[in-house]
């Protein structure tokens, strides 16, 4: 029993002095920074502090997931790519605490003209969807998303996300309709910022379907369906968006927040409007409905909507000859809406169905 003892300790001293006598610098350390060139290159993260994405191809099959360190920066040197995939998507995930991405002007192209037939996720071609998936925290700037086959930027689980400068161009997808499904930012996230960014599409430019403390401003869309608030399904509840300073041209519709005529246990409350400008608009310069998806049809009453303003800097609205200024078609709203700071213009006038709701000011 003794002599196992002493051989014990004397074991345990010689490793001590062995490790002692290896120079600190010699030692395993963590990664200050690594390269992501491909899927396999981006599978552990977990200890880079700094990421530099080079320009490769996710191949079919494929999706790229990344997960830095906490607070790690990440900058793209050159262009993703991605190959034609019976992946479902996202094809592209990061997901960190504080990171601080930085694209550099380059792309996340996900070939959409290999997959449009116009019919977007209703039918057709399997078309993965969305292409890129944030969540976490942290500021993401200056990329561009490029020809994505159908939805394009989903935010979601966010403690507290702002992209800045970014860039949605499926304009490609205008030639023969074949582009559709195409939003830009679709959002089920709280504490979300997109500011100074542009959307060139076949639907949504900005679709909230979930989620509080929400900005949208300073913002371009064109050639889609507006700005909107919804769909709102079941359990779904909308709070505290502030929509400001964006601009909206040759769209099916401006402003717009639509909830699922069967949606339940759910609401949309305190949406502010100030200081949007939208033109070219062909079917509605600004919906409110509970009939999704019709327009204008027979309210459910399970998602009830209150507090909707325009106020502060005017939102002007000019609609074509054929459109409807303001339609608002309610089961289940209430309070009085400012809307002291909105002026449609063209076309002609909508229905008011406001049920327990009242609208002061505006010109409509």
Known sequence: MFKSALFRVLVATVVVVMAKSIPRGSRPAKRASCIVNSVATASDLS???????????????????????????????????????????????????????????????????????????????????????????????????????????????SDGLTFTSITVDNSAGDIDDLGHNTDGFDVSADDVTIQDSIVKNQDDCLAINDGTNIKFLNNQCSGGHGISIGSIASDKSVTDVTISGNTVTDSSYGLRIKVDADASSASVSGITYSGNNLSGIEEFGVLITQSYPDDDGTPGTGAPISDISFTGSTTTVVVDSDAKRLTVDCGACSGTWDFSALTITGGEAGTLLLNDATISGGSY
């Open 47 to 157: 200890d880079c502090s700094s990421v530099t994405i080079e320009a490769f191809t996710v191949s079919s099959g494929n999706v790229l997931t990344l997960e830095p360190a906490d607070g790690a920066t990440v900058t793209m040197t050159g262009s993703i790519t991605f190959a034609k995939t019976t992946s479902s998507g996202p094809l592209f995930t990061i997901d960190g605490t504080d990171i601080t991405f930085n694209g550099a002007g380059n792309e996340f192209n996900g070939n959409g003209a290999l997959y449009w037939d116009g019919e977007g996720t209703n039918g057709g071609v399997a078309k993965p969807h969305p292409l890129l998936k944030f969540k976490g925290s942290g500021t993401y700037s200056d990329f561009t998303v490029l020809n994505t086959p159908a939805q394009a930027v989903s935010i979601g689980n």
